[in-house]
């Protein structure tokens, strides 16, 4: 039995279905820093489930983008790679939204504040997602070596930087403000 040829309409699935098989490849062993090592997968579907909704599913390129976000900076995946197997849309929303490894962390850090409010919209999008997964895993299964005053730092360093993404989307902003808030109150919780 043969499939039928996909429609126009099913590429951005089959995109996204790519996307996903390729950062869950290149992301393989990797684990996120919390107490329950969750697989780094689920941070990515995490950011690319918040730019979905954000954007109501009407651009693949973001989505596609939010899944591979972490590529560039965290694994072994080349721009190129990333251009020929997406295109050049996403590719170009994955490298802005893609650490510097050359610079400090102190430079990396203070680089993602200066850089936010010159974004594009669908960077934007991708960073301020990002930021609520951060937050949410933060305050749900912190690094067990993290003090508190680490924590808190973390969280005002990420407010920081949404500081600078506001205005892009009302509702990545309203759950990143609730992620902030109630992560510092189970932060401060769990340390009392």
Do not use: C
Request: hydrophobic share 45%.
């Amino acid at each position: 039995m043969s499939l039928p040829n996909a429609s126009p309409s099913s590429a951005p699935l089959l995109d996204f279905a790519r996307a996903l098989d390729f950062a869950a490849h290149k992301h393989i062993d990797q684990r996120r820093k919390g107490v329950r090592a969750e697989p780094y997968v689920n941070h990515l579907s995490e950011v690319a489930l918040l730019v979905a909704q954000a954007t109501e599913g009407k651009d693949p390129v973001v989505v596609i983008a939010a899944l591979l976000h972490d590529t560039l900076e965290d694994t072994d995946a080349s721009y190129e790679e990333i251009e020929q197997l997406f295109g050049a849309e996403v590719v170009q929303v994955v490298a802005e939204t893609t650490d510097d490894k050359r610079m400090s962390k102190a430079e990396r850090k203070q680089h993602q504040i200066d850089a936010a409010p010159h974004a594009s919209t669908r960077a934007k999008l991708v960073k301020l997602a990002d930021k609520v997964s951060n937050l949410r895993s933060m305050a749900h299964s912190p690094p067990a070596d993290w003090p508190l005053s680490r924590k808190v730092e973390y969280f005002e360093w990420a407010y920081a930087v949404v500081a600078g993404l506001r205005g892009v989307d009302a509702r990545l902003e309203a759950l990143f403000d609730r992620a902030y808030h109630d992560g510092l109150a189970e932060l401060r919780g769990q340390a009392a």
